[in-house]
């Protein structure tokens, strides 16, 4: 799964300040996205501003019952999301760009279940396979509203009964590896609430106020970069997508969309079945 922070507009001045301050609080709500997915899911990967999060089906419980539990972590993550942003936004005291559209930010989610490899490089452990390529690319879609769950079909398969209702259907054209079926739910029609601003005192706002600047001191400094990699920050470059398909191969099928039904193997898009990955591990996961 992978929890995707959006929403600041194009009218965003680009200057230090506020490239500095939207660094420190897209770092602070990753960080509270984190929290509200453990212990059940685990961070594989921060890139830029969104969080690549996994988790093992576990042996003892058929893989339908634990993903009936992916809506309520999704929504753990959001009620997390939200309380730092709600935070965020009752001690403000900075009115640059960055500061002002942190209460516009919105979190999606897209989520997919099927086959990873695990692989050690140092001290990093790295997930790679058709699927993980498969998840990244929903990133990419046409859903119309700015906070969702995008969901592939096994997961949606495997979503607790009550609500599948919510789930509206979409066609997605996934770069090297075709049209595929996706489901959506948008987030507003399961918790509309969102936690209440607090009115904050003018020393409290100050004190907030010097904890951002002091975290934006390296970015201000020019000791790190701001904002690099990140996704949908206006008039920063994207990063170039680093996960690619094995050379000479148009189109694949992840190994999770190929079904078998009378003793033969069918799938989804007219695509060939993915050859096996050369990895020490694999393992399946959501």
Sequence with gaps: MIADIGGYTKFMKLHRVNLAHAQVIIATLLEAVIDGAEPKLKLAKLEGDAAFFYAKLPQQQSDKDA???FASIAG??????????????????????????????????????GEVAFQRIKRLTELAGVDVIFVHRLLKNNVPIPEYMLMSEPVFERLDPDLKPLGKESKEDLEG???????????????????????????????AWFKLTLRAIPFFANKRKSCEGFRNFPGIEPPPDSLVLPAGVPSMTPPSMIVESDDKLSVAPPTKPSEDLPAATKADGA
Excluded: M
């Design 177 to 207: 590896l075709g049209e595929v079926k996706t489901i959506y739910i948008d987030f507003t029609e399961i918790a509309k609430e969102r936690p209440e601003i607090v009115q904050r005192s003018f020393f409290q706002k100050l004190s």
């Design 67 to 69: 993903l009936a539990q």
């Design 76 to 113: 753990r993550i959001r009620r997390a999301f939200l309380e730092k942003q709600a935070e965020f936004e009752s001690d403000r005291l900075c009115n640059c760009d960055s500061c002002v559209q942190a209460a516009q930010l919105t979190l999606k989610f897209v989520a997919h279940v």
